[in-house]
């Protein structure tokens, strides 16, 4: 009912940028949180950006170097990555909240993308 797909990962120098993109579709009545996790190898998954009613999150080891930001519109985040260093490097996974129709009635459930990898590395 609802997909969400990545885009914008890649290979970038130590101190290079990177903006990762996420775009929703489906029977979509409402986004209600929206968030950017990343999963490096040997790690567990962690929240590295979040969004809800306006209000932004971040851990803090990207604070001041990463921003997230969301187009209601088109139902669309972004994650811009700056200053990104060597411990940056993971696949980096959209998620959403989101309210749906189906037939009749809505439903809300949590999506996640496929991934996109991000490597910063000399």
């Known amino acids: 009912q609802v997909q969400l797909v990545e885009s914008g990962g890649g290979l970038v120098q130590p101190g290079g940028s990177l903006r990762l993109s996420c775009a929703a579709s489906?029977?979509?009545?409402?986004?209600?949180?929206m968030g950017w996790y990343r999963q490096a190898p040997g790690k567990e998954r962690e929240l590295v950006a979040s969004t809800t009613a306006g209000r932004t999150d971040y851990i803090d080891s990207v604070k001041g170097r990463f921003t997230i930001s969301r187009d209601n519109a088109k139902n669309t985040l972004t994650l811009q990555m700056n200053s990104l260093k060597p411990e940056d490097t993971a696949v980096y996974y959209c998620n959403a909240e989101v309210t749906y129709r189906w037939y009749f009635s809505s439903y809300t459930g949590a999506y996640w993308g496929q991934g996109t990898p991000v490597t910063v590395s000399s």
């Open positions: 489906g029977n979509i009545v409402r986004i209600n949180a």
